[in-house]
């Protein structure tokens, strides 16, 4: 058998590995740093402007992620496991939400948490259905219990913000609903997100259809803006219900909206959404005006998969 010469397999060599220097971001519109994790691929990031990834991780299931003031990174490993690693990955808290404060044996699940203060994180439990805010060594400082019209320790709730009122604004997503509590628990307002005259259908792509709500934040004016999650919609309410402003699935040329995610209203008054499950043709991240123009999108199916939901701009370095 001819062996082959050391120049053939040097050649060989640089044909593999030269793609992965090209797995690079997409970005239309104003180059921006991205936070972005997903659970298909397993990978949490920091995407840089130029599209190259400047910091990540390996990671399990996620749906939430923050970069901290200091540079951290608070994220989840699992369903039920909160971390916080400094830029060099060394883990300084951590915190177990399958062994901690009588969950143990339970069913439970972690789909959003927020550092609340410099000693407290809020940890908000599906299955258990609960909020808590826990200090650096795990002890409970404040409890609220949820109300859950269809339990489901997979999705009694997606993403929960602490507001600056002090209440809590959460994003049900079996119940369809975004409510808001006090911090003694008591409901003070609540939207049903409805389906708009639709049937329900399956899946989790631009076919399926529902109401299952991932996020909600409360905005200046006092308004609420919703991610419809399988609902392929961005809803703005008004403390009376009022549904003032609405992207639907088909809104924007050339882009198909599947399970919206993240939403976050920028102080130019422009949108700007997660777009998860909508396969590799269209963005995982879009910023659109209020007229819905498309103004910048980010793209990345090398590095990361079809099931993005944590995405975020993070300040230039």
């Given at each position: 058998m001819q062996i082959?010469?050391?120049?053939?397999?040097?050649?060989?060599?640089?044909?593999?590995?030269?793609?992965?220097f090209g797995l690079r971001a997409e970005q239309t519109g104003p180059a921006r740093r991205v936070l972005a994790a997903d659970d298909s691929t397993g990978r949490l990031a920091i995407v840089a402007p130029d599209g190259s990834l400047e910091w990540e991780m390996k990671v399990g299931a996620i749906h939430d992620a923050w970069v901290l003031p200091d540079g951290n990174v608070l994220f989840q490993q699992g369903w039920t496991?909160?971390?916080?690693?400094?830029?060099?990955?060394?883990?300084?808290?951590?915190?177990?939400?399958?062994?901690?404060?009588g969950n143990a044996g339970k069913p439970v699940e972690v789909h959003a948490f927020q550092r609340t203060g410099p000693n407290t994180t809020m940890i908000v439990e599906s299955g258990p259905a609960r909020i808590i805010e826990v200090d650096r060594d795990g002890k409970i400082r404040q409890e609220i219990k949820l109300k859950v019209d269809h339990p489901s320790a997979h999705s009694d709730t997606r993403l929960v913000r602490k507001i600056k009122n002090g209440n809590y604004l959460v994003a049900h997503e079996s119940d369809g609903v975004v409510r808001e509590y006090d911090r003694t628990g008591r409901i003070v307002w609540e939207f049903e997100v409805p389906l708009f005259g639709k049937e329900r259908k399956g899946g989790h792509g631009p076919e399926a259809f529902g109401n299952s709500v991932f996020s909600a934040s409360r905005l200046p004016n006092g308004n609420t803006l919703i991610g419809g999650g399988n609902g392929h919609c961005v809803l703005e309410v008004t403390p009376r219900k009022e549904i003032v402003w609405k992207l639907e699935q088909n809104d924007l040329p050339g882009i198909t909206l599947?399970?919206?995610?993240?939403?976050?209203?920028?102080?130019?008054?422009?949108?700007?959404?997660?777009?998860?499950?909508?396969?590799?043709?269209?963005?995982?991240?879009?910023?659109?005006?209020?007229?819905?123009?498309?103004?910048?999108?980010?793209?990345?199916?090398?590095?990361?998969?079809?099931?993005?939901?944590?995405?975020?701009?993070?300040?230039?370095?």
């Open positions: 082959p010469s050391r120049q053939f397999l040097a050649l060989m060599a640089l044909c593999v590995t030269v793609p992965v496991r909160i971390v916080e690693v400094t830029p060099d990955k060394k883990t300084v808290w951590e915190y177990d939400a399958a062994k901690s404060n599947a399970w919206v995610t993240r939403v976050e209203r920028l102080a130019n008054g422009n949108t700007l959404l997660g777009n998860c499950h909508a396969g590799p043709e269209n963005p995982q991240f879009i910023e659109v005006t209020h007229d819905k123009k498309v103004v910048w999108t980010f793209k990345d199916f090398k590095n990361f998969g079809n099931s993005m939901p944590v995405q975020a701009v993070l300040p230039a370095k």
